[in-house]
């Protein structure tokens, strides 16, 4: 065993680093299918490809419940979300021309730029940091619910109250919102009542001078 941990290197992957690295170019292939495809129902599904696929990295790194959180949230909601919002916009199924902005070159020079980024930072904080995937499990819920309820249970309750209190707040500016549009509605219909009132006066006035006008001697020839 030690002998094997020792000739161990990047030359020879276990089976686990090639299933990270295989799974690894399925999702970024389903990305840039993401961000190229026309179609929006396509870049959707695609969306939960990779979002499926970084939940298996995740797996492969022993860390189970992040991968879970991963399906849960963003496959299992955010997902949908965005095809609820495709539907009831009445989104193209088809190709969509106009979902190319134009701004193809700008948007790929940011986002090589955040990719390097990025990975320069994970490299320069995690360069000596090894992951032994055969010991024991280091981001499984057992142990991820003792480190946040010992050790991080104070910011918890914070980001508890912080997420209550924009729950409020949306509940207060919806209720707003609803209330100026009821009376912008009230508004306008009265407005409409008064215009409709005003025509329906000038409408008989107009008879009662054309009424009157003819009840007028002489004004028809007649002496």
Known sequence: MTLAAETHGFLSPTGVEIAF????LVTFGAALVTVTTRQLVHAALWLVVTLGG?????LLLTAEFIAWVQVLIYVGSVVVLLLFG????????????????????????????????LVWVVV?????????????????TKVTGESLFQNWVLPFEALSVLLLAALVGAIVLSRKAK??????????????ARADRARADRARADRADTAATAAEPGKDGVR
Do not use: C, H
């Not at 193209?92 to 940011?110: E, F, H, K, M, Q």
């Not at 320069?124 to 499984?140: E, M, V, Y």
């Open 21 to 24: 690295l295989l799974v690894g």
């Open 54 to 58: 970084l939940a298996v990295e995740y």
């Open 86 to 117: 495709l539907m009831l916009t009445k989104a193209p199924i088809g190709r969509s021309p106009d979902a190319d902005s134009g701004n193809r070159w700008a948007a790929l020079a940011v986002a090589l730029t955040a990719a390097a980024a």
């Open 124 to 140: 320069d904080a995690f360069r000596t940091t090894w992951i032994d995937l055969d010991g024991p499990a280091a981001g499984s």
């Open 179 to 192: 209330a100026n549009a009821n009376a912008t509605q009230a508004g306008a219909a009265a407005d409409r």
